[in-house]
């Protein structure tokens, strides 16, 4: 495509038009591959060229414009090379200016960063297309702080609208901040408390990222808001994308001036004498030695071999444990101190005298809170919950999951009981597991929101393994404990601790409604019963727990929080891992096959990625559940 | 054969709450009763005589709430007490009276204990913790007019004032206060500019207690750690690092450098009381006699070296007194 420059007057319009024609028949590729080079180099530095490329692209048909402009915008390399290419397209042309602010950005959400970089710098170039800029900005952020669409929409298309925002945030200047600084303010605070509202960790992450980036912009001087959270690739990506050339902070600067002027009393030598002690060795007068006879040798010392470290005596009995724990001496701090530590190797030491106690012990340490700052309390306490509720497991778990649905407990509590549970079965039913838990119960010091799903990773990746290697099992037949061979202690008491937990979720009490807002505790609670299941295979009650489990997942199956469904769907791999075949097929058939419609409209239309998978998964688990059987010949 | 530590020569009982400060007052001439003043938990300032070893005054001018320093002004006559009620009150003990005669309000909520120096006759200047978390005030008494403010830059996180400890070179020299903070330094502070002259990072826990050589320039500092820091002052009132000590178990309450600088004795959590030489910080001792934490050593002024003693209050209620290293 050539033209000769030099006073032709000629009409590009039949460009424009071969142009649209190509791009909506899907071959942007290759026509802009070669045209949007050739263009960079002609528009460079040359106006007629400029204004040419422009009418070029504003002749194009607006039936094809979408596609010429969606073409254009991933196809330039830079924002800079974009506007010249497009000029004020998007000014002048409506459907150009819907698909670059509305659909590109709200409606579709595969594009790369770069595309994104691209088409927001190009908004940011001009003044004519800066209030579309801060429109655009505006759109965004009333989506990124509607609840319902934080509920519903996917992760991919949420961590899409962030970057977004935080593009647009880096290209604004001062007196737009100021003036829609308001705004900023308000959208930032609903948005943030629905992305806290989350249960999947990875939105809250990106709630509080997106957050401390605005608080960071509206609030030159002053504190910002902080959150506490694990740095990754992906916060840090989020976090790069702040920051644009001309680079934009303020912030660290502004105090570091201030503290200087303002240091009237100032210590000149602190400088100094901070650095003498590193350097300084000590000053030993040897010299004094001989010139003064030395006074102190008349000082004769008194013998102190008796001078040892102190040490605390820690309690040998269990009983001595709980009457410290239970703070009738409340004044000795250190014996409780060695209490807590001395806690679960006692435990596990006396079982006989557990025993005795284990309902007791339970109830203290689930209301057992952090007198003084021991290292690992959390951890500390956990254990020797477990420890307590394996070796005395009937009452024990008796005890509580009858708490667990009862009232006055914190959700850190219920939870604790769940994670409880779990382990203590975990012990029970695989004695290899024993002392090598790996189960990351313990909260991190800097605690504000409660932990993530860590036990779902862990339990996934457990059951991603069995799927993986589910026919050899199958063939091997019932031996799922291959190397020691003791019986399975989880068998007597595995209905003990599925049933109570599964009767009364749809009782709410005053203060905990696990359909209701306690949507997290329910999500907690539907992959406990997951692993509760999983590890029950082989034990007598696992028909009537598969029986029950799913029931409560065909009652639950529209839950509107992703967290919960990727549960309920684990749990339907629980049951077909764990339920032996034939009792699956004889006792359950209906119930499975409607299982098996859900499954199919779960893997198509959810819109939770994890969910489709775990759907998909267990679609497959069935098929191979029936041709195993068939294959068996009856 | 190194002998085995020695035994309390007395302890004095009856105090019912753990003692937080010791003073002696026996410096006083023939007829005069040596006296020790302890102040306790309960708000009790107790005057025992140390002839008798009983109490010979109760004095309740802190509302019941802990005292944690008591000191007195030139005599046994008047007496100064710092109390957890956020005050400063001034006794007049002379003749049997047992009266608070001044206060000040201090509103310091920590456990700062405030420090004096005489500068003139009947005039002394008072180092307390001020309200405001970094500072420290210097006043004077008895007119409790206030001499200056000592708040560090903005932004250098001292954290509170933990000890204070006001001393001069000589009669005609400029005050300066030494101050152990809450994040582990010691600054030099100059009273008179109310500017600081010098700062140490001594520790990496909180300063719990300090004393000072003034004829020595040298300095000790302990906290909640397991060393003992040595400092000293050098010509160019810097202070810099002289030696650390480290410790059997961790936790310094108290440090005292006896009035002839020859030994100085540490109250640690550990309910032990050590001695060591302040020449060469030899350990010396360890008096091994509480059964709970001990919060405060003092030494006696006693005119007469031999009669020196050495008193230590504790958490368990007691106060031993000791006779060590006396004869020197």
Redesign the interface.
Known sequence: VCFIPGGLDCSISFVSHVLGKVCVHGRQKEILGVLVPHLMDLTKSDCIWQRICWRLVECVPDRWMEAVVLGFVQRAPGADVLSRLLGNLVVKNKKAQFVVTQKMLLLQYGHTTAVLQNLLGYLSLDSLRRSLLLRVLQELLETWSSSSAVKHSPAEQQLYISKAILICLSHLKEPEIESCRQELLTSMMEGVKCHLDSSLPQLRRLGMVVAESISSKINTEGPVLKFEYEEDDETRELKSLLVQTPPFCVVPSLPDDD?SE??????P??P???E??HT?A??MPDEELDAEL???D???????S?????KIKTPVYIRDCIEVLTGSRAEDVDEWEAAVKALESLVRKNPAATREVSVELAKILLHLEEKTCIEGFVELRQRAQVAVLTTDPIPVAKYLTSQFYSLNYSLRQRMDILDVLVLAAQELSCPKFHGKTKHSGAQKPCIQLLPGSDSSKDWRRIVDERIKSKTRRFDMGRSHVELASCPNKFNSVAGHFFFPLIQHFDRPLTTFDLLGEDHLVLGRLVHTLAILMYLAVNTVAVTAMGKALLEFVWALRFHTDSYVRQGLLSCISSLLLSVPAERVLADMTEELLETQSWLGDVMEKDPDADCRRLALQNLLLMENLKKKLEAVPS | MALPPPDPQFVLRGTSASVHTLHFSCGGPEPDIPLLFSGSENGFIHVWNLKTHRVDTALDGHGRKSVYCVETMGGKDRLLSQGRDQRICLWDLAEGRTSVTDSVFTEHVGFCRCSLLKVAQGRWLMAMAARSLEEVQILELPSKTSVCTLKPEVGAKLGMPMCLKLWQLNCDSQPVLLAGYEDGSVVLWNVSMGKALSQLICHQEPVMSLDFDVEKAKGISGSSEKVLSIWSLNEQQNLQVYETLELVNAGISDITIRPDKKILATAGWDHRIRIFGWKKLKPLAVLDYHTATAHCVSFSDHSNPRERLLAAGSKDQRISVWSIYAQT
């Open positions: 503290r303002k240091a009237g009393a100032a210590l030598l602190v100094e004498s901070d003498k002690p300084a000590p000053v030395d006074s102190d008349d000082l004769t010392p008194y013998d102190m008796e001078d040892k470290e102190l």
